[in-house]
T-cell receptor, first 113, second 113 residues
Framework: NAGVTQTPKFRVLKTGQSMTLLCAQD?????MYWYRQDPGMGLRLIHY???????AKGEVPDGYNVSRLKKQNFLLGLESAAPSQTSVYFC????????????FGEGSRLTVL | KQEVTQIPAALSVPEGENLVLNCSFT??????LQWFRQDPGKGLTSLLL?????REQTSGRLNASLDKSSGRSTLYIAASQPGDSATYLC????????????FGTGTRLQVTL
């Protein structure tokens, strides 16, 4: 099993450009999450999904949109990138009704110039 | 709002030493608490998960404890090895928001020869 796969792993954007990060999991997990990790601030939840077709806001949702059209995929979109969105983005998934063991992707490093 | 704190932010120990990493949280209504390991440039790997009804979990040289009344969890690493060098993060999920985790900022551990 591949587990949780994120694409792309690296991306450089100019301010105002848009892009989509893709997260795919092959474990049939219900819950999926997008976090951002910044130095000294830990991981902060951007958006999450508790099942196909559902999404919910996390702690820092502004400037991001998400979609969960298929159970195995969770997309994170930036419509108009800003330098403040320079970060490392992690996708995670877990089975069950609440977070059991969380499985993470390798991360996507985004730089916005 | 749950706040998770990890002290110290960094720790250096000689190989073979037993050590304890600390995690404290403000809201004792824990659903579960997880410990993760993160290697530089990589995603997080789940080490141990403690349910709210449990006091501790063990995996090999790792032992994690949970004391909800005092708002603390500890990760004990026995006979540390250079390969244990990494950042260790704890995260809690709380009843009522069981689908979301709040992360600490981590303790960066270096085990020296």
């Amino acid at each position: 099993n591949a587990g949780v796969t994120q694409t792309p792993k690296f991306r450089v954007l100019k301010t105002g450009q848009s892009m989509t990060l893709l997260c795919a999991q092959d474990m049939n997990h219900e819950y999926m999450y997008w976090y951002r990790q910044d130095p000294g601030m830990g991981l902060r939840l951007i958006h999450y999904s508790v099942g196909e077709g559902t999404t919910a806001k996390g702690e820092v949702p502004d400037g991001y949109n998400v979609s969960r059209l298929k159970k195995q995929n969770f997309l994170l979109g930036l419509e108009s990138a800003a330098p403040s969105q320079t970060s490392v983005y992690f996708c995670a998934s877990t089975a069950g009704q609440g977070p059991g063991e969380l499985f993470f992707g390798e991360g996507s490093r985004l730089t916005v110039l | 709002k749950q706040e998770v704190t990890q002290i110290p932010a960094a720790l250096s120990v000689p190989e073979g030493e037993n050590l304890v990493l600390n995690c404290s949280f403000t809201d004792s209504a824990i659903y579960n608490l997880q410990w993760f390991r993160q290697d530089p440039g990589k995603g997080l790997t789940s080490l141990l998960l403690i349910q709210s009804s449990q006091r501790e979990q063990t995996s090999g040289r790792l032992n994690a404890s949970l004391d909800k009344s005092s708002g603390r969890s500890t990760l004990y690493i026995a006979a540390s090895q250079p390969g244990d060098s990494a950042t260790y993060l704890c995260a809690s999920s709380n009843t009522g928001t069981a689908s979301k985790l709040t992360f600490g900022t981590g303790t960066r551990l270096q085990v020296t020869l």
